[in-house]
């Protein structure tokens, strides 16, 4: 029984090793221009803590959301990638293979990382000691059932927000206002208060840059 122990500490040293490494990242790498608010970081060391402290309650909680997440984000490498125009991930590419590169592989390795606990978590081990502390260690189907949803839903509002006339009226004044020297991508629009704000990528071959455009709908 006591090897359900050294699995969640072993996973409780990975998730703080994760949590650092985040907090580094972030207060290193990203510009403070670029950054905004995030405790992700402090959540995974609190749960490493926990984990390091053999705690079996926290199993079903992180167990429920790993999966949950993971297959969302395999969900959006499947679907939402290619509905990036091809020539604006070729532009990426092309003028910073570098930063391009990085990003695929920060996505990749919280695909795997979160296979990883996803995994340790289901061993059979653990799911024993889970259960006999009364603690629910049933596989969270329903989980990765709505980590497709989510992607479905999204995939399917941005569709029909880019063709429809909203789409096309935020493409008409980011058209306007920054010139038709560039290509427009849609990566968001919001509503509020009769306010309709869209934010785009703007790019040809030789730039890309976010925009963002607003005009009153009433």
């Not at 790498?29 to 970081?41: C, G, K, N, Q």
């Not at 390795?109 to 502390?133: D, G, H, N, P």
Request: net charge positive; glycine share 6%.
């Amino acid at each position: 029984m006591n090897n359900y122990r050294a699995i969640l500490k072993r996973v409780g040293i990975v998730l703080i090793i994760v949590g650092i490494l985040d907090i580094v990242y972030f207060f290193q790498v990203i510009p403070p221009e670029s950054r905004s608010y995030s405790s992700s970081f402090f959540y995974l060391i609190a749960i490493g803590v926990l984990f390091l402290c053999g705690n079996l309650r926290a199993v079903p909680l992180v167990t429920w959301g790993s999966a949950l997440l993971l297959s969302y984000f395999v969900t959006s490498l499947l679907i939402l990638l290619p509905l990036r125009p091809a020539e604006l991930w070729a532009t990426e590419f092309r003028l910073d293979s570098v930063s391009f590169s990085l990003s695929l592989l920060y996505k990749i390795a919280e695909i795997v990382l979160l296979f990883w606990v996803y995994t340790q978590l289901r061993t059979t081990a653990v799911v024993r000691a889970t259960v006999k502390s009364g603690y629910s260690a049933s596989t969270p189907k329903l989980a990765f059932i709505l980590g497709v949803v989510f992607v479905a839903v999204i995939t399917g509002m941005m569709h029909f927000i880019r063709v429809g006339e909203t789409g096309v009226k935020a493409v008409e004044i980011a058209q306007a206002q920054y010139g038709e020297v560039y290509k427009y991508h849609i990566t968001g629009i919001s509503w509020e208060n009769g306010q309709v704000r869209a934010s785009l990528i703007a790019y040809n071959k030789q730039e890309i840059k976010p925009v963002k455009v607003e005009w009153n709908s009433q």
